[in-house]
C-alpha cells in the first residue's frame, strides 16, 4: 500500500491505476481505523480493481464544544491496518491540503432539508462541514464508486442527496453496520468510555430492537414507542438527545400510522461521549 500526503501524488497515483483498467473505490474515514472501517474497504473491493482510503479528522465538522482535538488519531496503526486489509492507497492529507486558504475561509457546501433534523439540529453546521469536505475529497480522488457505513445514516443520506444533486459523477455504497458482541456499534468514539459504561452501551441496540418488535406488534403509537426507547435509555444510564422513527428516505416524520420504510434512530450520551445508532425496520 502506498500512502500520499498531497493531491498531487494522489492524483498521479489514482491516475496511473485507472490508465492500468482499474476502476477506482474510495473509502473516506476520520481514521482510528476499527472492523467497521474495515468492512467498507471490503465493499469496496468487491467494486473496483484499486481501492483508496483516506484518513482525515476534518475540523470543519466539529462544533467548537466538540472533541476535535482529543478525537483519536492513530495514523501509524491505521496504514498497518489499512495494509492488512488490500488497501491500495492511503491518502492522509494535512489541513492545509484539504483547506488552502484555511478552514474557516473555505466555500461550504450545504445540503438542505435532510440537514436539517436530527444531528444537524442538535450540531449546527456539522453536515455543511461533511458535504464540504467529502465534495472537496470526491474532486481529488475521482473515484467511480464510495463506500459510506450506515452507522451515520444521516450522513449517508446528505451525501446521496449531494451526489445527486451536484452531479457527482460515481455512485454510493451504502455498508451494514458492525457491532460489538453486546450490540455496541463499533465507533472511534467508543474508547472514551470506561469498561462498564461500554457494557452497559449494549442497551442502545437492545433499544432500538425493542423498537422495531413493538413496530411489528402494532399495539403502541409512534410517540409511545420513541417514549419507551427514552426511558430505556436512562434506565440503562444514558442521556437520549433522541429516540425517534423516521421515514427512512427523508427521515421526515412518519404521518399517521405508516408503519413501513421506518428507520429508528438512536443519539445518546454518557458524560461527555455521545453515541449514535439506528436501525432499518424490516
Ligand atoms: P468515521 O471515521 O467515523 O468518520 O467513519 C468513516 C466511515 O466509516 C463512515 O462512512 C462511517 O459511517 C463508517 N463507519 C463507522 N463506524 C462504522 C461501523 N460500526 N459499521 C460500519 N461502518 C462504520
Known sequence: MR????????????????AAGDSIAFVPTMGNLHAGHHSLLHRAREHAGFVVASVFVNPTQFGPNEDFARYPRTPEADAAGLAAQGCDLLFLPGVDEIYPLGAEAAVRVHVPGVTESLEGAIRPGHFDGVATVVAKLF???????????????????????????????LEILAAPIVREANGLAMSSRNQYLDAATRDRAGAIHATLLAMQAAIHAGTMQ??????MACAQLEQAGFLPD?????????????VGDERAGLVALIAARSGRTRLIDNLLIR
Open 3 to 18: 500512502i500520499v500526503h498531497c493531491a498531487l501524488d494522489l492524483r498521479a497515483a489514482v491516475d496511473a491505476a485507472r
Open 139 to 169: 474532486n481529488l480522488v475521482r473515484p467511480d464508486v464510495a463506500v459510506f457505513g450506515q452507522k451515520d445514516y444521516q450522513q449517508l443520506l446528505v451525501i446521496r442527496r449531494m451526489v445527486r444533486d451536484l452531479a457527482f459523477p
Open 222 to 227: 409512534r410517540d409511545q414507542i420513541e417514549a
Open 242 to 254: 433522541y429516540a425517534v422513527l423516521r421515514r427512512a428516505d427523508d427521515l421526515s416524520e412518519p
